[in-house]
Nanobody, 126 residues
Framework: QVKLVESGGGLVQAGGSLRLSCAVS????????MAWFRQDPGKEREFVAA?????????RLADSVKGRFTISRDNVKRTLYLQMDSLKPEDTAVYYC??????????????????WGQGTQVTVSS
């Protein structure tokens, strides 16, 4: 049974930082691509960042967060991270952790990911 649990969300002022974590169990973490998506009420869930299971492959970031967010993973701790710096009010959303298919290429579409966490709320005040 795959389980993903996000944490680290909260309220922060514009320009501040937060670090989200996603604890993963139930799969061979090191062999799965991982991603972060976000969704604000009334909007569609959108891609934020992804990281490959291959150490030689680069990460992918949405244009809206490039230069501000960094995705990383610790395969020993079985944890996915999203470091968010220079936060903007438009970053406000529920952030979801997601896992794709075993040894699959990283993707930016929701359909590329099979398992999802419950989400953690990030609110950025202006």
């Amino acid at each position: 049974q795959v389980k993903l649990v996000e944490s680290g969300g909260g309220l922060v002022q514009a320009g501040g930082s937060l670090r989200l974590s996603c604890a993963v169990s139930g799969l061979s973490f090191g062999a799965y691509p991982m991603a972060w998506f976000r969704q604000d009420p009334g909007k569609e869930r959108e891609f934020v960042a992804a990281i490959s299971w291959r150490t030689s492959e680069s990460t992918r970031l949405a244009d809206s967060v490039k230069g501000r967010f960094t995705i990383s993973r610790d395969n020993v701790k079985r944890t996915l991270y999203l470091q968010m710096d220079s936060l903007k009010p438009e970053d406000t959303a529920v952030y979801y952790c997601a896992a794709g298919g075993a040894r699959a290429a990283v993707g930016t579409q929701r359909s590329a990911y099979n398992d999802w966490g419950q989400g953690t709320q990030v609110t950025v005040s202006s």
